[in-house]
DNA sequence: AGCTGGTCCTGATGGC
DNA sequence: TGCCATCAGGACCAGC
C-alpha cells in the first residue's frame, strides 16, 4: 500500500516527466472515488502546463497556472505510463494525454493512467484563486512532514500530552507527524524499542527523541529502496514493482525476530495489526 | 477535546 | 471445483 514513501518514490520519477510537459486531455471514466472526482476537472486541466509536482504527506500535488490536482492512492491506487493506443484497463478511473508543451499534433506524447481498484484514493482540485494549496480542506489540518527541519522527539512529546491512545494508534491519526502508516508505524516502534500499546502521553521525551529518529531512518530507507524497484514504473508498459523493504516486524508473526530471536507478535489496535517484538520493545 | 467504531471498495484467502 | 463469508486497510466522520 502507497505510504509515504512509495509516494515520494512516485514524485521523484514523476516530477521530471511531467514538469514542464501540458495536459493534452484528461478523462474520467469512474468518478466515484473516496471522494467524487471533480466533473470538470478535464476542462480545468486542458492544456495546462505542469508546473511542479509535489508532495505533502500521502498526497501527490501536480501544480498548474490555475490550480493544483491532488491525488491521493489510498491502498491500492497507482500510475501507469501507456502508449496513445493502448487499451484502458480494469479499474482505470482517470486518464491523462501528457504532450509536449506546445505540441499541435494530438498524437504526441503518452497516457497517465490512474488505476485503483479498491477506489480508495482521490483526486481533488484547489483552485488558485483560493489561495496556497495548504488551505485545501485535506491539508489545512495536516501535522508536520517527518523531513521537514522542525520534526524532532520534542514535537511528538508536545503533540502527545493527553494523549492517552497507545502510541501505535497516536501514530497513525497522523496527529503527531503524518505519512507512517500501518508498515511503518510497526517498523519505527521496533527499531525505537517502544512497544506499541504504551500510551502516547506517558513516552519521555528521550524515548520520544529515538523514536523521531526511527521514524526518519525507517522511512528514508523504504524510499532508498523504492528507488530500485520504480527504474521501470516510468517507462511505457512498465510497471511498479512490489515494493520489497525487508520489514523488521510487520507481517512477520511467529517468525523469529531478526535481532533477539524470540518471536514477533501481532496485536490489533484501532482496528489495525500491530506487528512487534516483545523481546525487544517495552 | 479525545476516542471508538463505521464506512467506502475489491481481491485474496480459506472453509466446506 | 465452486461458492460464500471474511478480512485487509487510509483516513474521514458521526456520535458519544
Redesign the pocket.
Known sequence: ?P?LPEVEVVRRALAPQLEGQQIVSCVIHQA?L?WPVPADLPVLLKQQPVLEVSRR??YLLWTFPNGVLLL?F???GKLRWDALDSVRQ??DHLTWHIGPPDARPAEAGLLLQLND????GAALWHPAQAGPVANHP?LAGLAIEPFDDAFDGAHLYRASR????AIK??L?A?QGVVGV???YASESLFRAGIHPATSAQRISLLRYQRLAEAIRQVLTAAIAAGGSSLRDYAAPGGELGAFQTETCVYGREGLACRVCGQPIKRI?Q????TFYCAGCQH
Open positions: 500500500m505510504e466515484q473516496r504527506s500521502k491521493h489510498g491502498m491500492t480494469t479499474h481498484s479498491r477506489r480508495f485535506r493527553s494523549r492517552q491512545v494508534t497516536f497513525l497522523g502508516g500501518n508498515i490489533v484501532a482496528q489495525r495489526s
